[in-house]
C-alpha cells in the first residue's frame, strides 16, 4: 500500500511539476486585477479616480482592472521578502534600485516585451539612454518613467541683481574652453564673492557648496556608479584609454577643497554650514546655486545662458550654462540615474497583462493618452468623470501657441493646508508618464523630444565607456558602504571648507582611511571591468 | 520649626528649577508649531513666533474623518493592549517569584532568551501574515508584543518585595494561587502595575510600525502611522514643486508640522497621566501587614 | 499540616505552571518560531531565493563589522555612551530624583513635578535637536550669545567633536531621567513606613535614614535594571546619534555607533548584515547579563536573577 501511495504522489508531482512548467501565453479572456503599488504616498480621491479609470480600461483592455495602493519602501522590502503577489511597481530614486535588481525583485521584461508590447518596445529603441539605465547585462529591469529632465549639464546660478559683479564672458569663455573646470574658475567666482563684498552687499543665506562641488568641480568628468554611494568613481570623459579613479582625490576635487577652506575662512561659507538644509536655497536671492540637471520648461537655443523670470516677467536671476555641446558627452549608465520606473516583482501574479497594460500606456493613442492623463491629473473640470463624481481636480487652458496649460482647481501658486488640490495634489505624473505621452501640463517642446531622441544618441560625444555599468552593488555592496562611510565622513568637511587651514590634514586622514577601507582594490576591479568592456566594443 | 522648613523650602525650589529645565523646550516646540514655514525658512527657529499661525495644524486635522478613526484604532489598542499583556506577563511574572516553583530558572532564562535573540523583521513577518493571518487585521495592533521579558522581570521584582508573610497566611487559609494573585500580590503592587499600563499606553500610542508593515487598509491605522503619512505628504507636495521648478513648495508646512506633530502627539498622554498618578502616593503599601 | 506535604510534587507545581503557560504558549509563537530566520545571517540572503535558498556564506556579514577601519571607535562609543545611560541617567540621577520626589508630601505639588519630568520624554528626537539649535547655533545660538556678552569667542558646537559625549549624555538624562526614576520611585512606595517611625524613635536624621532604608529598597529594582539594559548594551538607537548632532559630519568621532555606522553606509535593507549585527549583539548581550547576575548573586543572592 505504502509503495502504492508513493508513486500516485511522483506522479502527482511529476504532472504538477510539468503543468506549472508550461507557459500559458495570456490572451486577455481571463478576468484579471493588477496589484499596483504607485509610491509612497497616498493620494487623496485615489478610490474614485481608480473607479473611472477601471471603467475606461475596460474598453481598451478587456477583464482588466487595477487596484493602486502605496507602501513606504521598507514596507514595500518586506513584502517582497514574504513573497506577496504585487504586479506593477513603482521604483526610483526613494528606493534604492540599483540593490533591489541585485536583489532580484523584478522580472526581467525582454520576453515579455518582445511577446506583448510593441510600443514600449518603439519607445526603448527610441529613448535608449532613458533605457540603458535600467538595463544591467543586456537585461531589463523595469521602464523608465519621463522626467522633466532633458540632460545632465552644469550651471552656475546667480541673482540677478547681483549679475554685474561676475564676470559673465570670462567665465563662460573659461568653461567652454576646457572642458574640465580650472583652478580659473573659482578664481573667477571668488572675485565675484569679493566684489560683493566690497560692495557691501553680500550675504550669504542659504548659500552652500554642496551642489557647487558636484555640479561644478566635477566637470569634464564621468561617474560610474552614483555620486551618493561609494567612492564617487569616476574617469575622464574625453580620454582616450580612461582610467576609472576616485573623484576625491583628483587634482580639481583638491582645488577646490583649497577654495572652500579660503571661503569659510573669510565667511563667505555660512559658519553653521554643517548643520544647514539644503532646500533653503533659492536662485533668486542666494549668492550662487548650482545644480547639474535642465529641465525642458526653460530650455532654450543659446548654450550661454538661460533666464529665470518672475511674475511680472522680469529677469529675477541668471543661469549660466557652463557646458556647451562641445563639451557635452552622453557616457556610462548609471543605474536608476533615471529616477523613476516601473516594474514587475517577481512575485506578480499577472506579469503578462501587467505588460499588456503597461505598453497600453505608452500606446500613444488618442484613448490611450486619455487614460494617461487620468492617472497622471485627475479629472478636468469639463470632463464627464467630474459631473459623475462630483469634483474635479483641474482646468485646462488653451493657449494661443496651441499648448495646454492645467490649472489646479482653486490654484494657486501657494497651496496652503485649506487648498485641496494646488497643482501636485492630485499628481501620480512620476509614477507613470511614459515619454511618449504629452505632458499636458506645459506641452512637451518638440525640442526636448528630439534631444532626448535624437541629439543625445547621435550627436553626443560617446565616451569610450558608453553605456558601461560594472553594477558593483551585486558582489561588492559591503566595500562599497565602507567607502561610502568614509566620504560620508569626510568628503562634506573638505567641500563645505570647515576644517579652515587645517584642510590638508584632514585630505591626509581621509586619503588614508579610502585606502583603509580598500578603495584601491575597487579600482582594479572596476577597471578591469572598464578594459574587458572596452575590448568587446 | 525653621530648621525643619528650610530644607522642605530647598527641595521644592530645587524641582521648580528642574521642571522648568523639563518644560521649557516643550514649551519652544510649541510656540515653533504656531509659526508659519516660511518664517522659520527665513529667520530660522525662534521662540516667540513672529507671524502666529494655524497652518501646521490645519494640515493635520484636513481630514478628519480619517484622523478620528485612527484615534480610535490607537485608542482601542493603546488600552486592550496593555491590559492583556498585564495578564500575559503577571501571572508568569508571578510564578517566577514563587520560590516553591522547581522550574523557575528553567523558565526565567526561557524568558530571557526572547530578550537577547530574536529571528528578525523577516521571519517574524512570515509567520504573522502567511502562517498565522494576522496582517491587515484589528489583532495585529491587539496582539504583537504582548509578552515582554522587560515587563515580566519588572512585576517579578516587584512581587518579590511583598512580604512573605502575607503570602504564607493565604496559603494556610487554602487559598490557590490564582486567588493569591489576584486578591494579594496585584492590589499590592499598584505602582508597578499603573507604571506598565502607562508604559504600555504610551508605547501603544507611539505605535506605527505594524501599520506600516501589515496595514494596507486605511481604517487600521494607527495615529502615529497617520501622522507620518501626513509628513511624508507635506515632503511629497515640496519633491514635486521642487521638481517642476515652482516656487513656493517650501512654504508648505514640513518644519513645523513635525512640531505640530509632537505637540498634538504628547499632550494627550500628558493629560493622561494625572490619571494614573493616583497610584503613585505614599502610604499605599503598609497596611496589610498591620491587620 | 501535613495534609499540604501529601499533595504530591507534580500537582504542587501545576498551578505555577498553569499560570505561566499563556505567556510560555505566546513566545513560543511569536519569539521562538521566527528565531529560525535568524539563520540569514549567515547566508547572502536575497529576497528572490528565500531564506532556506539562499547562499551560505558563513561569517561574511559579520566581516563588515570587524573589518572596518572604525569598527574600534564605534564599539567604544556603543559601550561607553550605553554605560552612562545606565548608570548616569537610568540609576543615579533617576534615584536622585526619586528620592527627592519621596520626600514630597504635598500631593498637588507631587502631581505637577512627575508631570514635568515626564514631558520630555515624549518629545520626538527631531523637535529635540531643533530646540537644542537654538542653544547651540554657532551664530546666533543662546549659549554664543551669552559667551561674547561676556567677551569669549562663541564655540562651534556642531564641530567640535570634544563636546559631545556630555552633550548626549546631557540630553538622555534630560529626556529619560524623569521617567526611570517612577520606577525607583515605586520601589520606594512599597516601603513600610513602620520603619521610618522605628527609625525617629532610634533618633535617625533624615540623611541616615533615607541611607539606611530609602537607599537599601532601591537596590533590587537598580540590580533588575542593570541586567535588563547590560542586555541590550550593544544596541542603541539612532536617533540621539544622528538627528541630534544635526548629522553634522564633524561630530561623527564622538557620536558615531553600530547603529549609525550601518545606517551611513549600507543605504539598503541589507537584512543579512542586520541579522548578523543583531545576533553579535545577542551573544554579547547574554555574556553580560550573565556576568553581571553572577555577580550581583555573590553580593546579594535574592536580587539575582537566577
Redesign the interface.
Known sequence: MKKVICILICILFTVGIFSGCEKKKDDGSAQVTLRWMTGWAEQKDREIVQEYFNEKLAKLLPNTKVEMFHLDDAAFALKMAAKEKIDITWTGYSHDFPTEISNGYFLELNDLIDEYAPAVKEEWESYSDAYASATVDGNLYALPIQQPIVHQTSFFQIPAKYNEYLDSDALLAECHNNYKTTEKVWQIIDEYFHNLINAGIFDNTGFYTSKIFSSIATRGYDFVESSESGGWLCYDAHAENPEIVSFCTTEEAKTFYKYAAKWYKEGIIPLDILTGSETTASGASTVAISSKSESWYNVDEERGVRYEYDENGEIKSYIYLLDDYDNLFTGSTIIGSMRTYNAIPFTAENPERAMMFLNLLRSNTEESNELVNILCYGFEESSDAAQKYGTYHYTLEEKEDGDHVAHGKGYVIQPDASSDYGMPHWKLTNAFLPYRTPNILDGQKEWAKDYLTNVVPNELYKTKLYHFTPNLAEDYSFELAQLSQVTGEYLELLYDGAMGDKWEDTYAEFEGKLKAAGIENILTVVNEKAQEYMKEN | MKKIKF??VM??T??II??V???I??F??VM?SFSTESDI?TY????IPRNFSL??Y??II??SASLLKAYGITILSATVSPFLSL???G??A???S?P??????I????????????????????????V?GLGNTIWVHL??G??SG?N???FR??F????KSLIESADIDGA???QI?LHIIIPMSK??VS?IFFTGF?GGWNSYATS??YI?D?NLYQLQYYLK?VI??SE???Q?????????G????F?TL??AI?VA??LP??MM??YI?KF???????GS??E | MSSLKKKSGFLRQLPYWLLALPAIIYLLMFNYAPMFGAIIAFKDYKVRDGIFGSEWVGLRNFKYFFSSVDAPRILRNTVLYNLAFIFITKILVAAIFALMMYEINSKLAAKVYQTSMLIPHFMSYVVISAVLMIFLNPTSGMFNVIRQQFGLEGIMWYSEPKYWPFIIVFVNTWKDAGFASLYLYSSLLAIDSSLFEAADLDGAGKLRKIWHISVPALIPMICIIIINSLGSIMSSGIDLFLTVPLESTALIPTTDVIATYTYRGLKSSNYSYTSAVGLFQGVVGLILVLTSNGIIRKVNPENAMF
Open positions: 530644607p522642605r527641595l521644592h530645587v524641582f528642574l521642571c529645565i523639563f518644560i523646550p516643550m519652544i516646540a515653533i525658512i530660522g527657529y525662534s521662540i497652518e501646521a490645519k494640515i484636513q481630514d495578564i500575559f506577563n501571572t508568569i508571578y510564578s517566577i514563587r516553591e516553583f522547581k522550574a523557575r530558572k523558565v526565567t532564562i526561557y524568558i530571557l532568551i526572547t530578550m537577547l535573540f530574536g529571528g528578525g523583521l523577516i521571519p517574524s513577518y512570515i509567520l504573522n501574515t502567511q498565522y496582539i504583537l504582548l509578552v522587560s515580566i522581570i519588572l521584582v516587584s518579590s518585595q511583598i512580604p490557590n494561587q490564582a494573585l505602582p508597578i507604571m504610551i506600516m508593515y494596507s486605511k503619512n511624508s505628504n511629497f507636495i515640496r514635486s514643486f521642487a521638481e517642476f521648478g515652482l516656487k513656493g517650501e512654504d508648505i508646512p518644519q513635525k512640531f509632537c502627539s504628547s498622554i500628558l497621566f494625572p498618578q503613585f502616593s505614599k502610604g499605599i503599601a503598609a501587614l498591620k
